[in-house]
């Protein structure tokens, strides 16, 4: 039987009692969307799943989405990414600390991101926790003044186009021939949910860099204070995996990063191993899809 409790930090909901490798059905998946716009993220525990079995899962969420980076791609799936340290690829620490800066999946694209899962394969015995960021609480806490502001201003996005804090790695290098191809899209700082309707900051790291009617120095300035205000300690929850964890976030309420690099595992069995496999969808899941159209017929 699934039970939902909330992790006791500052967002989050850990989920047990279910097994995702017999699929899930509309009143399942009705069930854990509700609760992920209610908590902005949850952690499934104890999933033993194939890649085949992940992505049917996945694809309840949404519409799977191919990272703009194709190295980062996995053979045979391409829709997945697979974040770590024992491959080939993660010699590079661009790669391997990709994450290590807090950022929204998909806040680039014009059709965005809507949610993240990070799958849990192997876990160091330490480090790898991934961190993140309640931005419907953020919004909720600035002051009247800011948060009136904040709900006029837009942000023009580009991938890798933010700026990055110190103790951040900038995003994984784009191809010469995609980096010409990328547009800069405008999307609103605060954004409604679809589905709750509740107002939240948007992607307020790592790719925005300019907002719409300010000076380069007045949105830069209006960037780093947003960022610095939703992801303060109070509106972060940290996660350590377990072997077995799916933590799923909505991406279009919260920002999140790795805590802190990794460096290169020896071998797949070693202490410091990390494998993650990641999806990312848009659009609504397919439960509410469903409902929608049934509400419009």
Not at 115 to 144: F, H, I, Q, S
Request: hydrophobic share 40%; proline share 5%.
């Amino acid at each position: 039987m699934m039970d939902i409790q909330p992790t006791g930090g500052a967002c989050g909901a850990v989920v047990r009692g279910i097994d995702l490798s017999r699929g899930v059905d509309d009143a399942m998946m009705l069930r854990l969307s509700n609760a992920l716009y209610e908590h902005r993220c949850l952690i499934i525990k104890n999933q033993k799943l194939t890649q085949d079995a992940y992505y049917r899962f996945a694809g309840e969420w949404g519409d799977l989405i191919r990272h703009v980076v194709e190295r980062l791609r996995t053979p045979g799936y391409p829709e997945m990414m697979t974040i770590g340290n024992t491959e080939a690829k993660d010699r590079d620490p661009t790669v391997r600390n990709g994450a290590v800066a807090w950022h929204t999946d998909g806040g680039y694209i014009e059709d965005p991101t809507t949610v993240t899962m990070l799958y849990a394969v192997r876990v160091p015995k330490a480090g790898g926790e991934t961190l993140v960021a309640d931005m419907a609480a953020a919004y909720d806490a600035l002051e009247a003044p800011d948060r009136i502001e904040a709900d006029r201003l837009v942000a023009y996005h580009l991938y890798g186009g933010g700026a990055v804090d110190d103790d951040e790695r900038p995003a994984s290098p784009m191809t010469p021939e995609a980096r010409r191809a990328a547009r800069d899209v405008a999307k609103p700082v605060v954004l409604a949910h679809p589905v709750t309707g509740r107002r939240a900051l948007y992607a307020m790291a790592q790719t925005p860099f300019r907002i719409e009617g300010k000076s380069e120095a007045e949105g830069a300035a209006i960037l780093a204070r947003l960022k610095a205000h939703a992801t303060q300690e109070t509106f972060v929850y940290e996660h350590r995996y377990e072997v077995g964890d799916i933590l799923i976030f909505d991406t279009l309420s919260t920002l999140h990063r790795a805590k802190a690099e990794i460096g290169t595992a020896a071998s797949a069995e070693a202490d410091n191993a990390r494998l993650l496999w990641r999806l990312s969808a848009k659009g609504l899941p397919k439960v509410h899809r469903s409902a929608e159209k049934r509400q419009t017929a």
